[in-house]
């Protein structure tokens, strides 16, 4: 449907931080892991090689465009793909961030939002929307605590993402249009234009 949203999410996780994890942030972290909604990766810091294969596969699966990153954590991403892709900063500041929220939330009100990921639900039941005295918002953690273990992450990226999406729509950089709609439109604008 036209005015959905269906959304896929990947986590990544060092397998060696899993003890810790289940322990202080979900028992459900191996559950997620074994059912393939989380992937595992050997070692202990984060394999950007794993993630870098997730990416590569959608493109080849899908017409993707572009990617929108957090500048804070962009690097390897330009290093791997800038000559194949274009990608796109996604600013985090609140004020820059925050017309993107209200997106994602208005979409969530209108249960446009499709994600059958659970780690999605979870990450959403912990976040929470913060306002400034100038009406931004922005999504944190629970009581505002940067330090919770509980993960926010993936809001982020449906807010990056449904913002961006809205933003193209309305500037008309996405055409929504099959093939036939397409041609139904110039035969009817060029019959219009007596052509």
Same mark, same amino acid.
């Given at each position: ?17 899993? =003890? ?64 194949? #892709? ?23 009100? =209108?249960?446009? *939002? ?25 999504? &944190? ?8 273990? =509980? ?10 993402? &449904?913002?961006? #999406?809205?933003?193209? *729509?309305?500037?008309?950089? #996405? ?17 219009? *234009?007596?052509?």
């Amino acid at each position: 449907q036209e005015d959905h949203y269906f959304m896929k999410h990947w986590f990544f996780f060092p397998l060696d931080a899993m =003890k810790e994890k289940i322990h202080e942030d979900n028992e459900l972290w191996r559950y997620w892991t074994d059912k393939g909604y989380v992937t595992g990766t050997l070692g202990s810091t984060i394999d950007y090689t794993a993630i870098f294969d997730v990416i590569k596969q959608q493109m080849r699966d899908y017409n993707i465009e572009c990617l929108l990153v957090d500048p804070y954590c962009a690097t390897p991403l330009y290093s791997e793909f800038e000559a194949n #892709i274009d990608i796109i900063e996604v600013n985090q500041s609140m004020k820059y961030l925050s017309p993107f929220v209200k997106n994602l939330e208005e979409e969530i009100y =209108k249960a446009n *939002l499709v994600d059958d990921n659970p780690v999605m639900t979870w990450m959403f039941s912990n976040a929470e929307i913060y306002t400034d005295a100038n009406s931004n918002i922005k999504i &944190v953690k629970p009581n505002g605590d940067k330090d919770s273990p =509980k993960r926010i992450d993936g809001c982020i990226t449906s807010a990056m993402t &449904v913002g961006y #999406i809205k933003q193209q *729509l309305e500037d008309g950089e #996405i055409d929504l249009r099959d093939d036939k709609q397409r041609a139904d439109d110039l035969e009817k604008m060029l019959s219009e *234009l007596n052509i």
